[in-house]
């Protein structure tokens, strides 16, 4: 059971007991109280309304307020609106979104139910990556319970509104985590991107205006209308309201799933809630939110809050909240080998400078691990992730260049080191050896 953050406080975790996934049990925590509530006393409206004064913000990567995306929609057109929960869970590091999937899926469809009444969506989706057998499970069997209690589908709770809740399992591939891709995925296409505008809001799924938010982002909901989007926003940093779920690996001594609130101490979660560095290693270094997020020091992290405030000015982000902590005598020429040959591996292919540019990164940094290293290829990777910035249909494009220039301008050394002597700093070090 993940151990949620000290001093945190808690809106999503809790102790998880071999029936902690059940109807019975979510009810007796309350679950769906705030459903009857909702769909008796408000108006669609206002619970956007709601939403947006909490501050909530996407969960997903991209941290998009949650209530000016809702409020492009309009829910009173007659025409057919969908809600989708993005459940593909992608992004290498991350498993968050399995966490809550797996332990608490009457939060995520309690709180879908309660985003679909304030955009008036008849049908919802879940889009869940193709390896979550085991969440596929939990989430469907919790949906079973859900419809047999009258609590999904026609006429919820007497209150006339009605909602369908559809689990849709992609196949396995990394870009159809893109908003985009999982709409034209869902649609039984082949999961390409596409170019904006129009947005998602106004053309989205089938042509109809889509909301898609994060399995996390949602599943906050239901907690902010029980509570209020003042409360909501009194946890948390003023630009960054809430908590967080955060997964961390690496070399850590207690990976795992840690909620915390906004503005926590970096410092604090990997040396005492996560028990500090495997074997008493030194941390070297930090991925903080996935691996499309530029790498941090430990010096750098040392001086960090949780906080998008302070991440931001440091030249990087909390994106997913997938975040691996590294140790000292880890090759960074490997590491970024690992992460090329995956980008080059998940690129769809549609945009030239995303599908040629990964090629070649992946190639350059495949020839200088060869020992066939030439003192241009560094600057030459530069210019290629440079090059892929902001000159593609989707965010994947960026994200390879992100990672690439991110750790070039702090371990240039170690590449150069490569190039100069056909092999790695760390060479013989176990780590050096694995990512091979
Ligand atoms: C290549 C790529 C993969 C993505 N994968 C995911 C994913 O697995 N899960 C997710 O929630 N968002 C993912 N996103 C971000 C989504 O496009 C979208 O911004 C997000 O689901 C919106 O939800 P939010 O506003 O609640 O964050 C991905 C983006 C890109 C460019
Ligand atoms: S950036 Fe890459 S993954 Fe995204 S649409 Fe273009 S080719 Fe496909």
Not at 13 to 19: A, L, M, Q, W, Y
Not at 131 to 158: C, H, K, M, S, T
Not at 186 to 195: D, H, Q, T, V
């Amino acid at each position: 059971m993940p151990a949620p953050g000290r001093d945190a406080k808690i809106l999503m975790t809790f102790p998880v007991t071999g029936s902690s996934h059940l109807l019975a049990e979510a009810r007796a925590r309350g679950q769906y109280g705030t459903l009857a509530k909702v769909l008796a006393t408000m108006a669609p409206a206002d619970v956007t309304k709601e939403v947006g004064a909490s501050g909530l913000q996407g969960r997903g990567g991209a941290a998009f307020p949650t209530g000016r995306k809702w409020s492009v929609v309009r829910y009173d057109d007659g025409q057919p609106h969908y809600l989708c929960a993005n459940a593909d869970e992608g992004e290498p590091g991350t498993f968050k979104d399995r966490w809550i999937l797996e332990n608490t899926p009457h939060q995520l469809i309690e709180s879908m139910l309660i985003s679909a009444y304030a955009l008036q969506v008849r049908h919802a989706f879940v889009y869940m990556r193709g390896e979550f057998a085991g969440p596929y499970r939990r989430l469907q069997a919790a949906l079973d319970e859900a419809y047999a209690a009258g609590l999904v589908g026609e006429n919820i709770l007497g209150s006339g509104f009605s909602c369908d809740i559809i689990v849709y399992r992609g196949a396995g591939s990394y870009v159809c985590g893109e908003a985009s891709a999982l709409i034209t995925s869902i649609e039984g296409k082949r999961g390409y991107p596409r170019n904006r505008p129009p947005r998602l809001t106004v053309k989205g799924l089938y042509q109809r205006p889509t909301v898609i938010n994060n399995v996390e982002t949602l599943a906050n909901v239901a907690w902010i209308m029980e509570h209020g989007a003042a409360a909501f926003k009194a946890i948390g940093c003023p630009k960054a309201p809430g908590t967080r779920l955060i997964s961390i690996s690496g070399h850590i001594a207690r990976p795992g799933v840690y909620e915390i609130e906004y503005g926590y101490s970096w410092k604090k979660l990997i040396h005492d809630d996560c028990g500090g560095m495997l074997e008493g290693a030194e941390l070297k270094c930090v991925i903080p939110g996935g691996i499309s997020t530029k790498v941090l020091t430990a010096a750098e992290i040392d001086q960090l809050a949780l906080d998008p405030a302070e991440v931001e000015p440091a030249g990087s982000s909390m994106g997913s909240g997938g975040m691996v902590a590294i140790a000292e005598g880890t090759c960074m020429v490997r590491l970024l080998q690992v992460m090329l040959r995956f980008y080059h591996h998940e690129s769809c292919g549609q945009c030239t400078p995303c599908r040629e540019g990964m090629g070649w990164l992946h190639r350059i940094i495949d020839r200088i691990v060869a020992g066939q290293g030439r003192a241009a290829d560094l600057d030459q990777m530069l210019l290629i992730s440079r090059l892929q910035d902001g000159n593609t249909i989707c965010g994947m494009g960026d994200a390879a260049g992100f990672a690439t220039i991110g750790i070039l301008a702090k371990y240039r050394h170690e590449f150069e080191h490569w190039i100069g002597t056909g092999r790695s700093m760390f060479e013989g070090n176990l780590e050096c050896r694995r990512s091979s």
